[in-house]
């Protein structure tokens, strides 16, 4: 359904004549009728691919087919079967949900008794259809994010795209989006795009596609990335994400492994057939009375994130001295 | 591969131009009515400087041969203050799309299958539509300012208003476009606008400037487009046709507008690229 290749974009970097490459040679496909998450730490690329998919940029070399159009030459066709979700607001906050749906259908070239059709069908799935008259401005984040969705969806396309669709969400509307957006593909046979930064919303997509530093690193389904891991993980908990940023360091050096901050947690992968008891007893003498637990568990997408990219969620590895190794 | 069927084998949709254009502008006709302090601000304005500078100039004011003379200030300031009350209302009614870009709801567009073309004309057509609800205001008061004129003339001065007002709304976007602060569009408009309608002859007569202001009110296109505004209070349409004057300033301003919104199109149409990649 979405065929990408070789697609390349080089940002301006004031007037200088180099730039800073933020997608580089990418080739993907997406399956029609799958959900695919879309992850990357930040400044991996996903915005930027996001702005080429929605047509609101050109690339500096490579291709994107929608549905068998050609996006960059063929825009309006290829564009006429997305519905776009964006991560900032793209309601008119002065105007009624109805309004808003109305104006997004007319842009599809909806109107009559067809537009009316498409605004209750677009908000069948959700709890909206008595706020129709109400203004966007007075709904709660969680329901304008259900009136972006119903937006995306009005001109019953094919593609939805989403870019950080739950950001600002609580886990309550959060579960509920997921939910609606896992109904959509399922009823509708969507095809779906989201790019997202919480890899708990990736437990049940269809494929996850791992961008970092503009390529791809990993595409696949979330059991075979967590599969091709293969090693399991051990993470020491902590009461807090400044409590656990000051005792990387030394949690690195006494197991002499490089370890990773993710929020309250410091991880580090066990090697291959790595028994686990010396490392957990290790930590459990030097930082019993600094740690809330210590656990070791399979991997998550989380992980295989952090083992491909590097990091953590906003966070750079801690990389001990190597004589310090207490593993081995 | 399963071929995707939402709703229900529902064919795909594409707007024309014109309904794009037509949904683009009712928006802004919608978020107008729902916002009457704008009202307030753009008929306001024009009132007040009429009122102030109607009352105090017209004792010393001398309109010498325009018209035949022999007029009150208030009244020749009147196609002034409704040039003005389109200008400020047309331009300004421009200042959303900056608050469309930065709250996001350009890109909703942007995304849509809809022509560059329709994007440009909906928020021409919907700050025309705005500015001229304003004017209709205004124009009530000419029975009362001492005009005696015919049906005809005030269709040519509404059609007037319409043409300036899409002059204005089209400046308005093409600077809008590039702009990244409402503080900045402001700014801007306001060094720009005020020194177009004070040397148009909206407050004094072309005739009665000095040399070398005169120069400088022939070059500005706003000074034609006043000459097309206040010709219908004085005399009707066969006599504005016969007037070489008041066709000249009817082909300036007809070239000026489409320029401008050549201007806009061409901006909406350039699109963000990456740079070329070096070969190898």
Partial sequence: MIRIRGLSYVYALGRSREGRTALDGLDLDIAAGTMTILAGPNGSGKSTLFRLLSG?????????????????????????????????????????VEE??????????????????????????????????????????????????????????????????????????????????????????????????VFSEAENADRVAILSQGRLLAHDTPAALCGRLGRNVLVVNTPSEERARALLPSVAERLGHSCVLCGSEIRLELGRDEPPVPLIDAVLDSFRDEITGVAVREPTLDDVFVHLTGAGPGTSPFVPKPQMDLAS | MTSPTPFAGTPTFRATTRDATLALARRDLLRFVRQPARLAG???????????????????????????????????????????????????????????????????????P???????????????????????????????????????????????????????????FLVAWSMESTAGFHGVMMLVMMPLWFL?????????????????????????????????????????????????????????????????????????KGLPLARG
């Avoid at chain 1, 006429?80 to 906050?93: C, E, K, N, Y």
């Avoid at chain 2, 009362?144 to 319409?162: C, E, K, Y």
Wanted: with cysteine.
């Fill in chain 1, 100 to 197: 808003n749906l109305s104006l997004h259908g007319a842009l599809f070239g909806l109107r009559g008794r067809v537009l009316r059709d498409r605004i209750r069908e677009s908000l069948s799935w959700s709890g909206l259809t008595d706020r129709l008259p109400d203004r966007v401005g007075t709904l709660s984040g969680g329901l304008a994010r259900q009136v972006e969705l119903a937006k995306a969806l009005m001109s019953a396309p094919s593609v939805l795209l989403l870019d950080e669709p739950t950001t600002g969400l609580d886990p309550a509307a959060r579960r509920s989006f997921l939910e609606q957006l896992a109904r959509l593909k399922r009823e509708r046979e969507m095809t779906i795009l989201m790019t997202s930064h």
């Fill in chain 2, 200 to 272: 148009s002859s909206a407050l004094f007569p072309l005739e009665s400037a000095p040399a070398i202001l005169k120069g400088v009110m022939y070059v500005n296109p706003f000074t034609w487009a006043m000459i097309l505004l206040r010709a219908p209070f004085y005399g009707g349409p066969l006599e504005c046709f016969a007037d070489t004057r008041y066709l000249t300033a009817l082909g300036i301003t007809a070239g000026v507008v489409l320029l401008i919104l050549w201007g806009g199109v061409r901006r909406v149409k350039r699109r963000e």
């Fill in chain 2, 114 to 172: 809809v022509s560059r073309l329709s994007i440009v004309m909906g928020k021409v057509l919907g700050g025309t539509m705005v500015a001229m609800i304003q004017a209709s205001i205004l124009l009530l008061a000419i029975p009362f300012m001492g005009f005696h004129i015919g049906p005809g003339s005030v269709v040519m001065i509404v059609v007037t208003l319409a043409v300036l007002s899409v002059a204005c709304t089209g400046f308005g």
């Fill in chain 2, 42 to 112: 753009t008929l306001g304005q024009p009132l007040l400087f009429w009122l102030v500078l109607g009352a105090g100039l017209s004792p010393s004011f001398d309109a010498g041969t325009f018209a035949g003379g022999g007029m009150t200030y208030t009244e020749y300031f009147y196609p002034g203050m409704l040039a003005m009350m389109v200008l400020f209302a047309s331009v300004f009614s421009t200042i959303t799309l900056i608050e469309d870009r930065d709250q996001g709801f350009l890109q909703g567009v942007m995304a849509a």
């Fill in chain 1, 56 to 96: 609101l940029a050109l690339p500096s070399r490579g291709s994107v087919e929608i549905g068998g159009f050609d996006l960059f030459a063929a825009p309006a066709q290829a564009r006429a079967l997305l519905g776009v979700v964006f991560q900032s607001p793209a309601l008119d906050r002065h105007l009624s």
